[in-house]
């Protein structure tokens, strides 16, 4: 989760989001130079230093057109590594099906049992001391860690989006569709999300929680919740 | 007197740029002192370009010294008096050919101090209205923001230990219970 006036990423989670969290450094460099380029070139024009002899020159359309391309070369690249990397092929060891409603999450597990919950956001009148409002709910996600876990996302009603942004994962919920993402979560711990897509008056008040454990202790609770 | 004074630097300069560099100092007849232009003789004012130099001075031609017998005698040639310069011929014809002097045409201006005092104005206008809204239309905030709740929920973040990469977990020394330094 985040810290109160974070402006940054919260830390990564999964290896994926390590490369997303570096290819946002470089990008925002680009950014930055380009802004720092334009702002220089804004002084000059202001203090009457660049004429159009400097503009209307042959030699400078080869510049202003050379350049941006080899920006956005320099974006596209390791834009599209990642893109590619987190489309492979991973052999997940468990699959979790993700359902959004208005305004709850549903998740079933049903590889080894029949495990089905519903996840409600706990209501901040009810929330014990020291817990988190708005983003603790009744059951959380449970998976286990350093495991690749597919995920398939959808809607019963209207379109819901399941994000975990320390996780990097963001995957619209479509009824009538399936859509799958996938994740790795590298360390034991309890990472929070909200519903990432306008879906009615309580689109605020569905959060998601994953909680990642060891095998064992997953093994445990799969155990106990199919239980109940 | 201030508010007429703001109103010809701002609401002239949303009408006519010359009328707001004239409201900034820039403009008007500085340039032309000791020669008058005017085609109906009396009015200063600035003169058309094409015009300068086709209207003859109605004082007729500048009075010059005239020497028979040009020496190297100092007393001969006096310099100028204070004012001399100005109605001196190069002087004049400098004024005939160019309207400004490059002292004159690179002078700053004060507009700076119109747009500092329009920023500032604007930013107090703005927390005015900031702390009229905090006061008056905001409800109070959530008891979670108290103290008492702030320090449990810190704790709770500490021990299950939320972004201990970079974030907050890892500036706590768990060993000494303390904040790192």
Redesign the interface.
Known sequence: MANHSQLTFQDASSPVMEELMGFHDHALMVALSICSLVLYLLTLMLTEKLTSNTVNAQAIELVWTILPAMVLIMLALPSLRILYMMDEINEPDLTLKAIGHQWYWSYEYTDLKDLTFDSYMIPTTDLPLGHFRLLEVDHRVVVPMSSSIRVIVTADDVLHSWAVPSLGVKTDAIPGRLNQTSFLASRPGVFYGQCSEICGANHSFMPIVVESTPLANFESWSTLMSSQ | MLASRVFSLVGRRSISTSLCLRAHGHGGSGGRRGIKHSLEGGSTGICPGWAVGAVPSQEGPPELLFFPQLSLDPWQCPGPELGEWEASLPWQVYRIKFNETYAEMNKGTNEWKTILGGVLFFLGLTGIILIWQKHFMYAPA???FSD??LS??T???LD?????????TAQWDFDKNEWKK
Do not use: L, S
């Open positions: 959530p008891h979670t008492e709740w449990a929920q704790k709770r973040m299950m230990r939320v972004n201990p990469v970079q974030g907050i």
